[in-house]
């Protein structure tokens, strides 16, 4: 009886820890971005191989409510969002390689945008979800961020 009192203890003190205590500075995902980027090359192999930090910040970024997202400023949503969105097609391109370029994930009828993949508000979406204006410049008229 004690173990069921104790997982919901811990998953409500888990979700009021995460969404109270996200990092603007997304310092995860700057290690991320410190530990598998080179010269403007993403070392999928290695992230691949090494994906933790990766997944934790997924998750961190899963935890945050529509409400808690809502309460911040324009600037902060869209580097969130941003960030959200390159963290999620990493994810996507790490988990499926090797691949030589992003197109080769799924098929011709569900390409990788078509896939839901990017966790966010309890749900899981298609990048394509997202406004135009919330997912990076380079992908506002294909959908594609990485070629």
């Not at 069921?4 to 109270?20: H, Q």
Request: proline share 7%; aromatic share 12%.
């Amino acid at each position: 009886m004690a173990r069921p009192l104790i997982w919901v203890l811990a998953l409500g003190w888990m979700e009021a820890v995460s969404a109270e205590a996200f990092d603007h500075g997304h310092t995860r995902w700057a290690s991320v971005l410190s530990a598998h980027l080179r010269e403007a090359t993403v070392d999928y192999a290695g992230l691949k191989a090494a994906p933790a930090n990766l997944t934790a910040y997924l998750d961190e970024v899963a935890w945050v409510s529509r409400e808690e997202f809502g309460a911040w400023t324009q600037p902060r949503q869209l580097a969130f969002l941003f960030n959200l969105y390159n963290a999620a097609t990493l994810d996507l391109v790490s988990r499926n390689y090797p691949v030589k370029s992003i197109k080769e994930i799924g098929s011709f009828l569900r390409g990788p945008w078509k896939q839901e993949f990017v966790r966010l508000w309890g749900e899981t979406k298609t990048p394509l979800a997202f406004p135009p204006r919330t997912r990076p410049p380079s992908s506002r008229d294909t959908g594609m961020s990485a070629r």
